[in-house]
């Protein structure tokens, strides 16, 4: 049975987060996703300290669906730059682990 990953994604808004997680999930690279609305980002862009409000997306997934994943987040999202940040889960129970291996490809 593979790892399980969580990957962390910032998206503009509630409808981009809705639009990429359904995407993730029908595919079957993700087996959830959850969004967190309402958060306030501060970050340097081109040269300029930025204040976004965004939505946050967390996937779960396994690890040998870690790059098709990121491909297809890529192709979607609309940032230049989208932050992509897979968190490896160090504990988590089996029933849990065994869930997320069926339900992904």
């Known amino acids: 049975m593979d790892e ?3 990957v962390y994604v910032p998206v ?3 409808e981009e ?8 999930v029908t595919r079957r690279l993700a087996a ?3 969004i967190s609305s ?3 980002s501060i970050y340097h862009w081109e040269g300029k300290v930025h204040k976004d409000k965004e939505c946050v997306i967390i996937f779960k997934t396994k690890a040998s669906l870690l790059e098709e994943l990121e491909a297809e987040i890529k192709k979607q999202h609309s940032y230049e730059c ?3 940040s897979a968190i490896p889960v160090h504990k988590v129970n089996e029933e849990y682990k065994k869930w997320v291996n069926e339900e992904t490809k």
């Open 82 to 84: 989208p932050c992509i």
């Open 4 to 6: 399980i990953y969580l």
């Open 12 to 14: 503009s808004g509630m």
């Open 38 to 40: 309402d958060i306030m």
């Open 32 to 34: 959830c996703a959850n």
């Open 17 to 24: 987060a809705e639009i990429i997680s359904d995407a993730m």
